[in-house]
Structures are given as structure tokens and as C-alpha cells.
């Protein structure tokens, strides 16, 4: 059985930092795509960066890019979420996302396997 279980959300300063982590147990996951998607009150579901399998191609949500970075490390079957450059509207619950294709997807839909989600919320 597939679990995806996300950690490293909190409280943050805005203008801070921070790093969350999703480890996957009961499957590989480095030849398929995984992602990270996030929720804000009030707000629609959205992708906020996705990375395929090798050749590794990665996408960032227009609102993210320049300040975020998502990887891979095979050895631990986990994919990160690097974010930089906090501010109040980055404020969501995140999920982890993965599937069993190559090619990455930018919608919910795209996935079949989710974490729990974790909690990030920037101080203003």
C-alpha cells in the first residue's frame, strides 16, 4: 500500500524560509512524477511545483518561481519542497502528491496518490 507523509510545515516570518519533505513507502517512486499542491481558505487547489522522472523535468507555479526548488533523493524515496521568500498569501495546507506516470501533471487529477498534508502559514 502506497503512503505519502509530509512534514516540515510550521509557523514562518514572512521574508523566512522553509523545507518540507514527503517520504513515500510501498512503492518507488523515482521513475514517476510527483508533486507538490497547496490550499489556501477560500481558495482552489493548486500545483505549486511537479517533478517527472528522469531525464528529471520539473514546473513551478508562476507565484513560486525563482524562490522554490523541488528534488528527488532516490536513496530515501522522498521528494522536497524548498521555499524561500515567504509571504502571507504562501499561507495554505500542502500535499504531496505522486503517480504512477513518467510525465508530470499539473492538476489534481493527475495524481492517484496523496499524503495528509501539512501546514504552512506566514506571519505578517
Known sequence: QVQLVET?????????SLRLSCV??????????MAWFRQ????????????????????????VKGR?????DSAKNAVYLEMHSLQPD???V?????????????HVWDYGHWGQGTQVTVAS
Open 90 to 92: 504562501d499561507t495554505a
Open 8 to 16: 516540515g510545515g510550521g509557523l514562518v516570518q514572512a521574508g523566512g
Open 68 to 72: 522554490s526548488t523541488i528534488s528527488k
Open 94 to 106: 500542502y500535499s504531496c502528491a505522486a503517480t504512477g506516470g513518467y510525465a508530470l501533471g499539473l
Open 24 to 33: 513515500a513507502s510501498g512503492r518507488s517512486f523515482y521513475n514517476y512524477a
Open 40 to 63: 489556501a481558505p477560500g481558495k482552489e487547489r493548486e500545483v505549486v511545483a511537479a517533478i517527472s522522472g528522469p531525464p528529471t523535468s520539473t514546473y513551478y507555479a508562476d507565484s
